[in-house]
């Protein structure tokens, strides 16, 4: 499932908040001052306010995409020899761009939902589409 803003999801599991509860905009008094526990139902729905991208480019995949944009915009005004030598690292690297391509991409997502909590920096795996 692909999770963009404004979409409608529904937690897929049960999540268990625990840790320290701070006023918003407040930093804590002293450690552990405050301590709560919050659970939220599977099924509990709300919607999407932002998506943040977690993959990680390699060097292999980052060499890749600098090459192969050398290639097709200044290709075909190289020198034969350079071209090949070119398209040879352009090759070597591929599959580890093809992995890339085809890796499925990790989000993290602030969700508000509808009781009033938000919930932000979530794995998006945790969310089902409504």
């Given amino acids: 499932m692909t999770l963009k803003v404004g979409r409608r999801v529904r937690l897929a599991v049960e999540l268990t908040l625990t840790g320290q509860v701070v006023p918003a905009g407040e930093t804590p008094a002293e450690p552990a001052a405050t301590v709560g526990f919050l ?3 599977a099924g509990t729905e709300g919607t999407v306010e932002e998506v ?3 993959r990680r480019e390699s060097t292999e995949v980052r060499e890749y995409a600098r090459l ?3 290639l097709d915009d200044f290709g ?3 020198p034969p020899g350079s071209r090949a030598q070119l398209e040879e690292q352009v090759a070597a690297l591929e ?3 093809i992995t890339y391509q085809e890796a499925e991409i990790p989000v993290r ?3 508000r939902l509808d009781n009033g909590f938000v919930l932000r920096d979530t794995a998006g795996n945790v969310f089902v589409a409504v």
């Fill in 39 to 41: 659970a939220l139902a």
């Fill in 52 to 54: 943040h991208d977690d």
């Fill in 68 to 70: 192969k944009s050398l």
């Fill in 76 to 78: 075909h005004q190289m």
């Fill in 95 to 97: 599959p580890a761009w």
């Fill in 109 to 111: 997502v602030r969700v």
